[in-house]
């Protein structure tokens, strides 16, 4: 039995699913607000912090890595504050293992949110100020269960992001088993030491767990009668639909 | 309906506001009751309709509910949309597609308990007759319904002022008339004023009361029905009301001996007029004003009628036939190009083709004026 427990690295992988389920949890707090901003802002300058918010997309995880790096490392103002309010850096831990994969998984949220905001009709939300609702009140009873599809749907994009990534970790965290080795680097790893049967297995677990996270997904959002249906109820109550 | 306090003004307007080219500029007052705001589309209903509820500011101007100033431009007061307590039910409705009938119609009764919500959101439902439907989705009901569900909502608030957006618009009228029963009855126990627009000239007569007369941002005229769409005297509001044709004139001869007058509608070919006997008005030959005579109202003839009380009897060819439903509409050139409707049985006698020989017969009391 022994050569089984080599062959998967079960220590990597619980660490990138906690590191997967921290990191859509705090992206989906920080991602509601900042899509709400932007599906309803009409600041004239919006499309440039649109444009920040999709740069992950495009960068090299490695770019994006590196500066995460220098923030995070002890030359900078807020490495140095990290450092001086807990005694140690924030690269190459655990933390700051969070904080570059926030940066880089931030589109993968905060996109699928502002969508669904955006498709919300807006007469429904002059309905509800009309009947007296605050922001808050019609963001909660009329907004977000409207968007539960796109809400879902960030919130598991995220966590399949973060599962999968690579280079970020690579440049922020190094390869600490137990902090900062996640399934990625550690199949990585096992090429490099043409161990392939270990990095078979641990890829075919990585693909069997995003392949089952995202089909359940999809089967809730599918099952999603609530909003799906009356997404549709609403197409029928307008007379343009 | 004239209660004790429909006589004291409740909803006052006085606003302005511009969109680009167009610009609104309308002050009115609307007491109690069903007050109609008539007018094509594009007249800046919903635009007025949208600074009441507080949806779209204004330039300028001053809107009070009761002793309420709900927006004053010169005292900067705009109270936000939420705190208006105006009731608005817009042309969408937007009822909460999530929500079951009942969740909607608590929607805007956030003050009071649970049991207490529930027993209002209960008793307004039994009201406009959709108890049975609490539990459904919007999506799962009829149009009618559904139009009853937002009345409901916007009522179970107890708003100051309703607002509605032609919302019968799309309904049959058998519905649309037990609807109307039904927010008439509300409206005795409730005075408030109800600001009720649409397009629609049938639905102005059968709602009755008073009417706003609304065209190109402004009010044109407002009275009974009866005062706005029988005496029209203005251009816009014979337009709104049926007139299919309009003319230019010029008095020509005044016959105070006869109460009539004639006037001079200029032809359509240059150097030709048509003259046409009106009633009389205070007016002096040569003055200018517009003739509007209703499709419906000119009879046509094949050979030239004798012994008529009618005093204008006018020669003219018809250039166009064209079957509207159950009735054709004819062009006739009799120096000016005239709109008349006959039935298809009329069409058959007479053997009506284009090009065909006709007199147009018309009565004096079938000519409109208005001022110009």
């Known amino acids: ?241 | 309906m004239p209660t004790a306090e429909s006589s004291q003004p409740l909803l006052c307007v006085n606003l302005r506001q511009t969109l680009g080219s167009f610009q609104l500029d309308c002050e009115f007052v609307a007491s109690a009751g069903f007050n109609i705001l008539f007018g094509a589309s594009g007249a800046g209903k919903t635009t007025l309709l949208d600074c009441v509820a507080g949806l779209t500011t204004p330039d300028g101007g001053r809107i009070v509910v009761g002793d309420r100033v709900l927006f004053d431009a010169s005292q900067a007061t705009n109270i936000p949309v939420a705190k208006r307590n105006v009731g608005y039910v817009i042309q969408e409705l937007a009822l909460f597609p999530h929500l079951t009938v009942e969740q909607n119609v608590e929607y805007g009764v956030t003050k009071l308990s649970r049991t207490q919500r529930r027993e209002r959101a209960i008793s307004i439902l039994r009201e406009f007759h959709i108890e049975q439907l609490r539990d459904r989705r919007p999506g799962k009901i009829s149009g009618g319904e559904r139009q009853r569900v937002a009345l409901a909502r916007a009522l179970v608030t107890e708003p100051r002022v309703l607002l509605l957006d032609e919302p019968l618009a799309a309904l049959d009228a058998p519905i649309k008339a037990k609807i109307i029963d039904d927010l008439r009855r509300w409206n005795q126990a409730h005075a408030i004023p109800i600001l009720y627009v649409t397009h629609s000239r049938e639905e102005v007569i059968a709602l009755g009361e008073r009417v706003l007369v609304m065209e190109a941002g402004r009010i044109i005229a407002q009275g009974t029905p009866h005062e706005v769409l029988r005496a029209p005297r203005q251009e816009t509001v014979a337009q709104l009301t049926g007139f299919e044709n309009i003319f230019d004139a010029s008095v020509w001869l005044v016959h105070e001996d006869r109460g009539t007058m004639t006037c001079r509608l200029p032809g359509s070919k240059p150097k030709t007029f048509v003259l046409l006997e009106t009633p009389l008005i205070r007016a002096q030959p040569g003055s200018l004003l517009r003739v509007g005579i209703r499709a419906g109202d000119i009879l046509l003839a094949i050979v030239k009628p004798e012994g008529l009380s009618a005093r204008n009897v006018i020669a003219g060819r018809v250039v166009s036939l064209e079957r509207r439903d159950m009735i054709i509409s004819a062009h006739v050139d009799c120096g000016v190009e005239m709109e008349v409707y006959l039935t298809l049985a009329a069409q058959e006698a007479l053997r009506l083709t284009p090009g065909s020989e006709v007199w147009l017969v018309i009565k004096t009391h079938s000519c409109h004026l208005m001022a110009k």
């Open chain 1, 1 to 241: 039995m022994a050569w089984k427990v080599k062959l998967i690295n079960w220590e990597a992988f619980r660490l990138t699913i906690e590191l997967a389920v921290v990191v859509s949890a705090i992206l989906f707090v920080i991602g509601l607000p900042l899509a709400y901003w932007i599906a309803f802002s009409r600041w004239r300058w919006k499309f440039l912090v649109e444009a920040v918010v999709a740069l992950p997309i495009v960068l090299p995880p490695t770019v994006l890595g590196f500066y995460v790096l220098v923030a995070l490392g002890s030359r900078s103002p807020l490495g140095r504050m990290w450092q001086s309010l807990t005694g140690h850096t924030l690269a190459f831990t655990f933390t700051g293992l969070v904080i570059g994969s926030i940066l880089y998984s931030l589109p993968f949220a905060v996109q699928p949110f502002a969508a669904s905001f955006s498709s919300v009709n807006r007469k429904l939300l002059a309905a509800s100020a009309i009947l007296g609702a605050s922001p808050l009140r019609t963001f909660f009873r009329v907004v977000v269960p409207l968007s539960a599809p796109g809400l879902v749907t960030g919130l598991a994009l995220s966590f399949a992001h973060t599962m999968g990534e690579f280079g970020v970790v690579l440049m922020v965290g190094g390869n600490i088993p137990g902090v900062t080795r996640t399934v990625s680097i550690d199949i990585y790893d096992q090429v490099q030491a043409a161990n392939y049967a270990a990095a078979n297995a641990m890829a075919l677990l990585l693909l069997i767990f995003c392949f089952v996270v995202l089909a359940l997904v999809y089967a809730l959002n599918r099952a999603n009668v609530l909003s799906t249906v009356s997404s549709r109820e609403w197409r029928r109550t307008s007379p343009a639909g």
